[in-house]
């Protein structure tokens, strides 16, 4: 912990900061990583901005702090998940330095021993080493997508960044099993923001104690490899975070519950699990697209469409007419679902993702096949790594045409191949089950283990 302070010898009920971004895939990790850690005896206080503030009924073991960070709904509707991280590195500064001297002036027990934050909240570097603070961040994407962007620059030097269209298809040398077209650039509209925003993250990265993923070495070995040489702190993979216990809902966005009753009625490995995960949204045509594709390939199927995820339309105007008549009986669509029941439940023969980091873990924990459609950033990446690598899922993504999709449902719901692609992914459950396990020799159990120790001695 090279220049940033010391860590108390005794754990016994010393204090952990965290602080995560206020979206739905952040946050989520950030509240089970704070849970693991009230679980090894720290006492726990979660900072977070009054925007989107996590649930703190749910967590009545931890401390919560809000900032006073004068985000307003107006400011923060339809900002980019970078725009709105610059607005809280503007906003969040002050009010984080005044919560830390509060901290630092208390009584001796209270002086937290380090914090965990958001490396994409930039502004925490600073201000933790100036109380000699140790700084660990939580990357909440995979570690195969932050070698990704750790690569950057190289990408840069070797002309696969900027994307150009003729060059899509070709392999990323660097960084199998890459296509340009993985790359998390894909689409963005301004590159020099986006690449200013990533070598920041990267920066906060490198800058702090260690890195923290909810992700596991047996499942990315070969990007764990590469960074664990290149990159001058430790990496810690201790995931996947919600196999320690059983997690807490964290969701902003009430679990709709019927969606558990409605999979009771139904045959075992017979449904198709739909969502696009908190952030994406769908033009209303491919809205159009899915509903007949889904309707056409005859399985049944959960759908999740969160509100406002389609662009300027409700759901009622962007279905088909008579849709819910159409598939009554076979098909069931709720705002938000409990994601993590849902795929644990015998009915879930498969899940149509948009390859979220969590949505992808918890797929993958719970040994469900995937169709995989990312919309943008690292969802490109993992997209890759599950249908190419683990080869647990298959790629939809350039044609969500109507006829397509029920070909590619009935390929993973009823052909022989389906079967194929479930037994892999069974496989990879198991291996996700035994990482946290010291009898299973796991890796993430390992790596706890020594972040616990990093925490538990002095620098
Ligand atoms: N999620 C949920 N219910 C839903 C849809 C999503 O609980 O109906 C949860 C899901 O379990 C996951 C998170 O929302 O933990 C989405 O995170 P992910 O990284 O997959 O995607 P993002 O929303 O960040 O794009």
Redesign the pocket.
């Known amino acids: 912990m090279e220049g940033e302070g010391e860590l108390g010898s005794s754990i016994n009920g010393g204090r952990l900061l965290f602080f995560s971004l206020p ?4 946050m ?2 950030m509240l089970h990583l704070a849970a693991i850690l009230h679980s090894k005896g720290f006492s726990i206080s979660f900072i977070h901005t009054k925007f989107n503030a996590p649930n703190s009924s749910k967590y009545p073991q931890f401390t919560f702090h809000p900032l006073s960070d004068h985000l307003s709904e107006s400011e923060t509707a339809g900002l980019s998940v970078f725009d709105l991280a610059y607005l809280i590195n503007d906003k969040c500064s002050e009010p984080f330095r005044d919560l830390l001297t509060e901290f630092f002036t208390d009584s001796s027990e209270n002086r937290p021993y380090a914090l965990f934050s958001d490396p994409a909240l930039t502004f925490t570097r600073d201000i933790a080493k100036s109380f000699a603070l140790p700084r660990f961040v939580l990357r ?1 994407s995979g570690i195969g997508a932050f070698l990704v962007y750790s690569s950057f620059p190289l990408l840069q030097e070797k002309h696969y960044l900027p994307i150009q269209a003729s060059q899509l298809e070709q392999s990323v040398g660097d960084l199998p099993p890459l296509r340009v077209k993985d790359l998390p650039a894909i689409g963005v509209p301004d590159m020099e923001t986006f690449t200013k925003y990533i070598s920041e993250l990267v920066e906060e990265a490198k800058t702090s104690s260690g890195v923290i993923f909810n992700s596991f070495e047996e499942l990315e070995d070969s990007a764990m490899a590469v960074l664990r040489q290149t990159f001058p702190v430790p990496i810690y993979p201790i995931g996947p975070f919600h196999l320690y216990s059983p997690p807490n ?3 902003y ?1 009430t ?2 519950r019927t969606s558990i009753s409605w999979l009771d009625k139904q045959a075992p490995k017979s449904v198709i699990f739909v ?6 949204s769908l033009k209303q045509r491919e809205c159009l697209e899915i509903a007949w594709g889904l309707a056409n390939s005859g399985c049944h199927f959960l759908w ?1 469409i ?1 509100p406002g995820s389609i662009s300027g339309m409700n759901r009622q105007d962007a279905l088909p007419e008579q849709f819910m008549d159409m598939v009554e009986g076979r098909g069931y669509i ?7 029941d ?2 644990a439940h015998p009915a879930i023969g498969a899940f149509w ?10 797929s993958i924990c719970e040994g469900v096949p995937m169709i995989c459609t990312p ?1 943008f950033a690292d ?1 490109m990446v993992n997209c890759r790594y599950a249908t190419n690598a683990w080869t647990i899922g298959v790629e939809l993504r350039d044609g969500l045409e109507r006829d397509n999709i029920a070909k590619v449902v009935r390929r993973l719901m009823v052909e022989e191949e389906g079967l194929e692609i479930r037994q892999r992914a069974l496989d990879l459950k198991m291996k996700a089950k035994l990482t946290v396990t010291q009898n299973g020799g796991g890796a993430s159990f390992e790596s706890l283990k020594s972040l616990m120790s990093c925490l538990s001695s002095s620098s």
């Open positions: 979206l739905q895939g952040h989520t990790p909440t809902s964290s969701s966005l679990p709709d969502s696009f995960g908190s952030v994406a999740v969160r709720v705002e938000w679902a409990p994601q993590h849902v795929l993702t948009h390859c979220g980091w969590n949505s992808t873990l918890e919309r969802q």
